[in-house]
Nanobody, 115 residues
Framework: QVQLVESGGGLVQPGGSLRLSCAVSGSIGRLYTMGWYRQAPGKQRELVAEITSGGNTNYADSVKGRFTISRDNAKSTVYLQMNNLKPEDTAVYYC?????????WGQGTQVTVSS
């Protein structure tokens, strides 16, 4: 059974930084895409960033230049480094894994950007 466990959320002031981590457990092989989505109150869940098993990345326009996604295949872990955070980045952030047609989600971690 595949499980995703996120960590690293919290409260940060505007302009600050946070690093989210997502560890994968269970048998999933090596070829899969991982990503981060977020959902703010009253809004739909949206893609923040994703990274393929080959290291190709894709970012939402709203976070380009501020967020960086990376993965450590040896540790089955994906990271999201978030810099220059803005109040509009406040949301629950979800880790996501896509293997062929199967989608897996973490439990979510709250990120709050406020002074």
């Amino acid at each position: 059974q595949v499980q995703l466990v996120e960590s690293g959320g919290g409260l940060v002031q505007p302009g600050g930084s946070l690093r989210l981590s997502c560890a994968v457990s269970g048998s999933i092989g090596r070829l899969y895409t991982m990503g981060w989505y977020r959902q703010a109150p009253g809004k739909q869940r949206e893609l923040v960033a994703e990274i393929t098993s080959g290291g190709n990345t894709n970012y939402a326009d709203s976070v380009k230049g501020r967020f960086t996604i990376s993965r450590d295949n040896a540790k089955s872990t994906v990271y999201l480094q978030m810099n220059n955070l803005k109040p509009e980045d406040t949301a629950v952030y979800y880790c996501n894994l896509i293997k062929l047609v199967s989608w897996y989600w973490g439990q979510g971690t709250q990120v709050t950007v406020s002074s």
